[in-house]
């Protein structure tokens, strides 16, 4: 997924010198692109910038005939195109405030088919949003830029910097351009800068690396559906070191932890090391997760802990430095759900902690929207001590759980009846103010007084009607992961070695966690069964 080259071109230049706004080619994704069959060399950049004029239909002789451009046999793939007699492809072009703007990837060899679609192309999506990122960047007024502005020069170290070796690894293009405006140039006689990292850093040496672990679960309470889990998380880094350390992490897995069945690692990584050593999981893939095919081939021994150590040159701002996915199918808290009625409705729910799980939570809330029923007009539960409210959109129920669950039963539960109005509109001020609200029970005039009187956007469920509903429990318990995954402190180190300041932390945290209605159906996709046809 790397980029031979980025221009901008001025189409309606008056001199032929000076439609050539901005090019910058890469030598490294050029050499890849010599490997792959049918390479053809851009040429110069005049003769290269007629082409592409010529193929958008933007050169001075557009008005006259060109099979290759006009025919009625051509297939229209608009922003992509073929360029020059050499046919380059595929060159993606976008027109933005009467400029041209283009990109060249490398040609994919993953492909079986000569000519696959443009959408199959990860280049080419590439392509797009770093053209998108640089319109933006350079403004409504870029028409009336030169190449001698100051701006198109920045434009070359901001496109450097994000787009190492013509690889983007930030196509957020602001955040790169914001750094580069922060930081002063080096000064002259010092060591030459990696492109991806043009600034030494200046000041206290210092060294965040964040583990963060996302669970997603469904559970139905049927013994016809089995309750779904899925375990992911990530390793982010920043750092804020002098000149550009080659830094070394280990991420572990203790012996009575889960093992990762995938690890995708960010392209600064050098290396990835198992221990022990596995067979066929992949140290260098920048795909998004889920991955297929890197699995763990030789499981570690159980007294042994297993880590991979990863060694990278770290980029100058946050990054992703891997993403994982755990084989981990265990349920942290365990979701009942029953809820029945039309107007006034009557629910249950009972939510029990795991033993094991740490009982230690920074939030925990259960969420229960109700769809396409209209306003919520009261609320009464039990325990009447429980933390209740109304959301600002008057048609979901927040119940704050608090920290801890009770040390004993490690169980809790609510009881409560909600009531809704026939008017789907919030309800009005005067309304409110006579409404009651005793221990237990709660009115949407207690809980508009809590918030400033916006009204948060409520978009309704069609599959959520009648008795098919869901809660939705939110929580995040800080230093602990639910696979066993850490980050060991003793394997962090840099070389050259250098003092610095080292944090490291994890979490996990609810990632659409549901607990559905018993009593109504639920929203699963099942893989369809085949039935061999009898001969």
């Known amino acids: 997924m790397s980029l031979r080259g980025v221009w901008i071109y001025k189409p309606h230049a008056a001199v032929d010198a000076e439609r050539v706004l901005f090019s910058r080619r890469f030598p490294a994704a050029e050499c890849r692109a010599k490997r792959q069959p049918g390479y053809a060399g851009l040429g110069e950049e005049p003769s290269f910038c007629t082409a592409v004029l010529t193929a958008c239909g933007l ?93 198109i020069n920045d434009l070359y170290n901001i496109v450097s910097m994000a787009m190492p070796f ?18 002063a140039p080096p000064p002259p006689g010092k060591s030459k800068q990696p492109a991806w990292k043009p600034f030494p850093y200046k000041g206290s040496s210092k060294l965040s690396i964040a583990l963060q672990e996302r669970i997603k679960a469904a559970q139905y309470d ?5 309750d779904v889990v899925e375990v992911t998380g990530d390793v982010r ?26 690890l995708l690692v960010h392209p600064s990584v050098q290396s990835s090391e198992a221990h022990p050593p596995t067979a066929s999981l992949s140290p260098r893939s920048t795909s998004p997760l889920p991955a297929t095919g890197t699995a763990v081939a030789v499981s570690p021994p159980a007294s042994a802990p297993r880590s991979r150590k990863l060694t990278f040159h770290p980029p100058p701002d946050l990054f992703m430095l891997c993403q994982y996915k755990s084989e981990c199918c265990q349920l942290p808290i365990r979701g009942f759900y029953q809820m029945k009625g039309d107007r006034t409705v009557k629910l249950l729910v009972q939510l029990k902690l795991v033993e094991g799980i740490k009982n230690s939570f920074d939030t925990c809330v259960l969420r ?155 929203r699963i996709a099942q893989p369809p069964t085949f039935t061999k046809p009898q001969t």
């Open 59 to 151: 050169s001075e002789k557009d008005d006259e005939f060109t099979a290759d451009r006009d025919s009625c046999s051509r297939v229209d793939s608009c922003p992509v195109y073929e360029v020059g007699e050499c046919k380059h492809w595929p060159l993606v072009a976008i027109s933005r405030n009467s400029l041209l703007f283009c990109a060249l990837p490398v040609p994919d060899n993953t492909v079986s088919r000569d000519r696959p679609n443009a959408i199959e192309l990860p280049g080419v999506t590439a392509a797009m949003e770093v053209l998108e990122q640089i319109a933006t960047h350079l403004g409504p007024n870029a028409k009336s830029l030169s190449p001698a502005d100051s701006q």
């Open 166 to 183: 013509g690889t983007p690894l930030r196509t957020e293009l602001s955040q790169t351009a914001a750094l580069y405006a922060a930081k």
């Open 222 to 226: 049927r013994s016809d559906i089995t």
């Open 237 to 262: 880094c920043r750092a804020e070191l002098e000149a550009s350390p080659e830094v070394t992490v280990s991420v572990c897995t203790p012996a009575n932890g889960h093992p990762v069945s995938y």
């Open 368 to 522: 229960l929207p109700f769809f396409n029923r209209g306003t919520i007009s009261n609320v009464e539960f039990l325990p009447s001590s429980a933390q209740v409210s109304i959301a600002t959109d008057h048609r979901t129920l927040v119940w704050n759980i608090g920290q801890k669950f009770p040390s004993r039963s490690l169980e809790t539960s609510l009881n409560a009846t909600v009531t809704f109005q026939d008017d789907i509109s919030s309800p009005s001020s005067a309304a409110a103010a006579t409404s009651s609200a005793a221990a237990g029970a709660i009115t949407p005039a207690v809980a508009a007084s809590a918030d400033s009187g916006k009204t948060e956007e409520f978009l309704e469920d069609p599959f959520c009607v009648g008795l098919n509903a869901y809660a939705e429990l939110d929580f995040r318990i800080l230093d602990y992961s639910l696979s066993g995954c850490h980050l060991d402190p003793k394997s962090v180190s840099l070389y050259p070695n250098s003092r610095y300041k080292l944090s490291l932390s994890r979490e996990l945290a609810s990632n659409g966690y549901r607990i559905w209605n018993s009593h109504g159906d639920a």
